[in-house]
Each structure stands twice: as structure tokens, then as C-alpha cells.
């Protein structure tokens, strides 16, 4: 909406700052933040009344989490949804399509995540949505935004990727690129999601993944500073750290919430769709081996998982005292903050080396 004042303002210059990427993104992290904190505690009183008991917890987890975290209600990514869309809304380009491309990942894997955070509520269990359909709807979604991102990029671009450090390589995967990214954005979406266990845990890392995002989002949407840095040039992909911007103004007001102890809990609900949309994003900007390395921690804690899965299944032992690999630290005495700022640490080096890819070309 307020990209539509610039476009109209004609001569009035002071209304020009609106056609900017940067003023917007700033704008729509300030506007997330406050949205967040006026309407978050309503969210989580209501949340509360609704859900009584709170989400389940794993009994064969740490049993602090069963004395400190029990009936705490969950669900709270409807706080970073609302915040998010609301402020895309207002600040956004909305005639741009990878914006709706986007959008349509985000809400679509948040209302899996929310249908599977309203099962565990109701039937008072950790298990949700069965496994193979909540995987299966995933794939339809994420597979329609990849092919929906091939209409929108030309030649055999339109279905290659790019790797870091190598400024010229494009490998043309042809159809396959639609699985193939498909698969990015469910993998990221399921990583977050088994991020997801301590309090703040999972949003400070999304935040800092969509900030290394933005900049790569705003550098691969400006033909200047993409051939200056040498990467490829998408363009429309700028406007996407509008969005980005939106989800740390959001994840900032819901962090006032998940502190330590936590009112509120993320869910599937927003762990789900904050990383298919990190995905959505990455494979719009061609940066879906970057992803891998920004998005290093959630990467570290699915691996954790399919190796303890694989190995008990195969030898009947498990290489991690528990899986995700957050508990296995706090099973080694980790208290929940250590485990917790000490992965936060881990996804800032992770970021840096990141967007050092940008420029070692």
C-alpha cells in the first residue's frame, strides 16, 4: 500500500521515499514489531483459555521441560503470521509476483503446522499430523512455487542453480530443478521445525537467516550491485527483503514473549512457515547452496535427527543420547541457556560465512 504513495506521488518528493526497497524494509520491520507487541498478549491470553493444558511435552526429553514448560500454549507463530502479513501488506510491492510466490509458501506450511499443532492440543500427544500426508501437502505446495519461479526467470536460468565462489558455473537441471527445489524448501521448512525445542531457540537463528536474506534478496534485485559482486542477477527478487524485514520485526516481538521462561511457544505453526519461506526465498534468489550454509544450524539439527533415526534402526543404537541434537547437549549438562546462546553464536558465524560468498568470487 505504501509503495503505491511513491508510485502516485508525481512530484511530491517527500512521498518518493516510499518507492525504496531499504525505507520499506525498515518500515515493515517496525511495523511487525509493534503490531507484536500490542496484539501478542491478547494472542496469548486467548491461546491460553483455548488450549487449557498447553502443548504436550516428551516425556523422555530433559525433565525440567516437564516441570518449567508444561501449559504453556502454543501456536504462537500466529503472532509472527499476523505480524508479518500485515506488515507485507502495507509495505510491499504487491504487483510483484515473487512476493505472492513467497506468501503463498508461508501461509500454506503455516496452516499444515497449524492444523498440526491444533492435533496435538486436542489429543493431548506430541503427535500430529501424520507424517506421509503432512510431507505429501508440503511437496504439492513448495513444488507448485518452484515451477511458479521458472515462469517467472527465462532460459535455461530459469532452472539452474548457482554455487558459491564460483561466479560463473550454472548447472541446468532442466525439470528436475522443480523436485529439486521443492525439496529445499520442505527440507528447510522440516529443519526449523526440528530446531524448535528451547525457548528462542529456533526464532533468533530464523532472524538472523532472514537478515542474510534480505541483503542477498536486495543485492541479486539490483543489476548494479549484483554485477559488481558478481552474482547473478534475478530480477523482482529485491523485493523480497521487504518481506524479510517484516519476519525480524515480528520475531522480535514474539522473542519479548518466548524468553525465558517462555509465555508462549512458536509450534509448527510458525517454525514451518518461517522456513519454507527462507527456502521460498532462496530458491528465488538462486542461493540455495547458501542456504545450506546460513541455514548451517537447522542443517546440523535435521542431520542429527536422520542419523539417530538410520543408526537405531540399522544397529539398534543411537549415536546421540537424545535427537535433535539441543537435547543431546542438555542431556551432557548444558543448562538451557548455554545450549541455546551457544547456538546462536554458531548461526551468526554460519551467516557470516554466508554472505562472505557474496564477495569471494
Known amino acids: 500500500m505504501f509503495y503505491l504513495l511513491g508510485e502516485l506521488s508525481g512530484q511530491l ?15 515493515a520491520i517496525m511495523t511487525a514489531l509493534v503490531f507484536v507487541f500490542l496484539f501478542g498478549p491478547r494472542i496469548i491470553a486467548g491461546l491460553r483459555v483455548r488450549q487449557g493444558k498447553g502443548q504436550p511435552i516428551r516425556e523422555d526429553g530433559p525433565q525440567s521441560h516437564l516441570l518449567t514448560k508444561k501449559g504453556t500454549p502454543t501456536m504462537g507463530g500466529l503472532m509472527i503470521l499476523s505480524g508479518m502479513i500485515v506488515s507485507t501488506l502495507l509495505w510491499a510491492d504487491l504487483s510483484n509476483p515473487y512476493v505472492w510466490i513467497v506468501l503463498w509458501v508461508t501461509v500454506g506450511f503455516g496452516l499444515i503446522g497449524f492444523y498440526d499443532d491444533y492435533l496435538k492440543v486436542t489429543k493431548a500427544t506430541h503427535k500430529g499430523f501424520s507424517g506421509k500426508a503432512r510431507l505429501g501437502i508440503e511437496f504439492l505446495i513448495a513444488g507448485s512455487a518452484a515451477f511458479a519461479v521458472t515462469l517467472l526467470e527465462t532460459g535455461p536460468f530459469a532452472t539452474s542453480i548457482a554455487f558459491p565462489f564460483l561466479k560463473d558455473l550454472l548447472l541446468n537441471l532442466g525439470i528436475v530443478f522443480i523436485p529439486f527445489a521443492a525439496f529445499v524448501i520442505v527440507g528447510a521448512g522440516n529443519a ?41 542477477h534475478v530480477p523482482g527478487t529485491g523485493e523480497l527483503a521487504v518481506l524479510c524485514g517484516a519476519v525480524i520485526g515480528a520475531g522480535l516481538g514474539f522473542l519479548w514473549f518466548n524468553a525465558p521462561p517462555a509465555a508462549i511457544f512458536m509450534g509448527d505453526t510458525g517454525s514451518l512457515s518461517l522456513g519454507g519461506m527462507i527456502g521460498a526465498i532462496a530458491v528465488a534468489t538462486k542461493h540455495e547452496i547458501v542456504l545450506a550454509i546460513i541455514g548451517g544450524l537447522f542443517v546440523l539439527e535435521a542431520v542429527s535427527v536422520i542419523v ?11 549415536v546421540f543420547r537424545m535427537a535433535p541434537i539441543h537435547h543431546h547437549f542438555e542431556h551432557l549438562g548444558w543448562t538451557e541457556s548455554q545450549v541455546v546462546i551457544r547456538f546462536w553464536i554458531i548461526a551468526v558465524v554460519l551467516a557470516l560465512i554466508g554472505l562472505a560468498t557474496l564477495k569471494l568470487r
Not at 528462542?200 to 550491485?225: E, H, Q, T
Open 13 to 27: 518528493s517527500a512521498l518518493n521515499v516510499f518507492r525504496y526497497i531499504t525505507f520499506r524494509t525498515g518500515g
Open 192 to 232: 526449523v521445525n526440528l530446531t524448535d525445542g528451547l525457548d528462542g531457540l529456533a526464532i533468533v537463528p530464523v532472524m538472523i537467516a532472514c537478515a542474510s536474506f534480505a541483503i542477498i534478496a536486495y543485492l541479486s534485485g539490483n543489476a548494479v550491485f549484483a554485477e559488481y559482486l558478481q552474482i547473478h
Open 308 to 318: 539417530q533415526v538410520a543408526s537405531y534402526k540399522l544397529t539398534g543404537k543411537r
